[in-house]
């Protein structure tokens, strides 16, 4: 069985990866600088880019290989920047399909990425009066992904903390001209690429490394309640109990005092109390209350799958496989796109193996469902037919 921890990367955009690929889509429209306040739209961006992204929201990743290929085949891509976002589309979409080799073909396709002929001004009749890499930000990001995916980890670490030294010099760039706009984005970028670094120390049990990372960015004044509970987390595996609860109470105070900053929104914050709570009473056996604090949590979101994840595995070690098992069902019909996640899915099929004879058959059923409903990269071996 998997017990999710409160951690914001957990059970997000359906994937167990710490990064949450679908965080470059958000960024795929912006270059070194925001870029959407010139244009009316998204496709005055690049051809048909809003298409590409409301496909990306609903996992269509087939979807959107097929239209790219046709766009290159047409000819449709007219100008140099809209080349370098759909390719980063394309490398998206394979790396969620796991057809990494393509998309390393695909990168490798490219210059250096920081070649002049990826900048605006080299194009002077095309961008006029416009400086700057046209390079998305998530290519450079999905650039340093790859050899993970590939099996590569020290070759991938290393470019995760390259893209981190580039991130750190764009915040201080801007710092000095007084962009705060474009402050503000590259410092979330910081703390999204740390957050990938520690995704992928804390896979290895490498805490000693991601307390470091923890603490120099909340030495630098950062007081995001979703870095501060990751500490707690941490501090929890390293099995300092204590210090786990100080750095939730921490977020308590910070709430309490309207103190709290980050991308969370109030139900959200709320909500991360509550499962921070909830996590202390589990590495106390105290399931009840756990129970009762991820209630709150569904009651004020009836979309916290973490939560619904963690309160069906507290009724399971209480014994009550029943419920614990219609908690999972009600969550898959109510909100399919947000439940449909491969560690909901091995939980569930793990308690139809412990509470019914003819649970391949009940299995079989599932997966039927699934493969009518779930994105293009849902992994269906979950329901280990």
């Not at 921070?276 to 009473?281: G, I």
């Not at 004879?357 to 997966?367: A, D, G, P, Q, W």
Request: aromatic share 8%; glycine share 4%; proline share 3%.
């Amino acid at each position: 069985m998997e017990t999710e921890s409160p951690s914001p990367d957990s059970l997000s955009h359906r994937t167990s990866d710490p990064e949450t690929l679908t965080t470059g889509i958000e960024e795929l429209t912006i270059s070194s600088d925001p870029l959407t306040s010139q244009f009316g739209s998204l496709n005055d961006l690049a051809h048909e880019l809003s298409s590409l992204q409301d496909l990306a929201t609903r996992g269509s990743w087939r979807a959107i290989l097929d239209k790219i290929a046709r766009a290159r085949a047409l000819s449709l891509l007219q100008k140099p920047h809209d080349h370098l976002t759909y390719l980063s589309y394309n490398v998206l979409a394979l790396v969620k399909m796991r057809r990494f080799a393509e998309a390393l073909a695909e990168l490798d396709s490219l210059e250096d990425l920081d070649s002049s002929q990826y900048r605006y001004e080299s194009y002077p009749s095309v961008y006029p009066n416009r400086t700057g890499s046209m390079v998305p930000f998530s290519l450079r990001w999905l650039y340093t992904l790859i050899p993970i995916k590939m099996g590569e980890r020290q070759d991938g670490l290393d470019r995760f903390y390259e893209l981190l030294d580039f991130v750190q010099s764009k915040v201080k760039d801007k710092e000095l001209k007084n962009l705060d706009a474009s402050v503000k984005l590259w410092k979330k970028r910081e703390v999204f690429v740390i957050n990938c670094i520690i995704g992928h120390h804390l896979s290895n049990k490498e805490f000693g490394v991601c307390l470091t990372l923890i603490d120099n960015l909340l030495s630098q004044g950062f007081s995001d309640p979703a870095l501060i509970s990751k500490l707690g987390y941490i501090q929890m595996h390293v099995g300092d109990i204590e210090g786990a609860k100080r750095s939730f109470n921490r977020i308590e105070e910070m709430v309490k005092e309207g103190k709290s900053s980050g991308s969370l929104s109030e139900v959200e914050i709320k909500n991360l109390v509550n499962r921070n709570k909830a996590l202390v009473f589990l590495v106390g056996k105290d399931y009840l209350s756990a129970v009762r604090e991820y209630e709150e949590c569904i009651e004020r979101d009836n979309s916290d799958v973490v939560a619904i994840n963690n309160k069906a595995l507290c009724l399971m070690y209480l014994r009550d496989l029943a419920d614990s098992i219609k908690v999972l069902e009600n969550a898959l019909e109510r909100v399919p796109t947000v439940a449909l996640n491969e560690t909901v899915i091995v939980n569930l099929c793990s308690m139809y193996e412990l509470a019914y004879v003819n649970h391949s058959e009940i299995k079989r059923t599932l997966n039927n469902w699934i493969a009518r409903v779930a994105p293009d990269d849902f992994d269906s071996s979950s329901t280990r037919i």
